[in-house]
Nanobody, 125 residues
């Protein structure tokens, strides 16, 4: 069982930066691939970024390339999402996810075994 708790969201002006954190419970954190999704008002969940359990391999949605950076610290059981040059369209609830699967599609919600409760990011223009 893994519990995920996000933090770091808030209200920020366009052009600013945020670093979201996701603290995971459990002893097998390093064996989980981790992802970040977001959900804007009235829209479905959107995959943002992922980091593989081994080797630190990362992947990003096209909308996230260049401004988003995902990283993990296995010693701290934490995954991060750095967002730079924030835009109003980045406003959403950001969710941390975890999967123990080896073969999966990053963008599918069903790929993930665990979800956090989300953290709100609001970007003002």
């Amino acid at each position: 069982q893994v519990q995920l708790v996000e933090s770091g969201g808030g209200l920020v002006q366009a052009g600013g930066s945020l670093r979201l954190s996701c603290a995971a419970s459990g002893r097998s954190f390093s064996s989980y691939s981790m992802g970040w999704f977001r959900q804007a008002p009235g829209k479905e969940h959107e995959f943002v970024a992922g980091i593989y359990w081994r080797g630190g391999i990362t992947t990003y949605a096209d909308s996230a390339k260049g401004r988003f950076t995902i990283s993990r610290d296995n010693a701290k059981n934490t995954v991060y999402l750095q967002i730079n040059n924030l835009k109003p369209e980045d406003t959403a609830v950001y969710y941390c996810t975890a999967t123990g699967k080896i073969d999966f599609r990053w963008s599918l919600e069903s790929s993930y075994d665990y979800w956090g409760q989300g953290t709100q990011v609001t970007v003002s223009s």
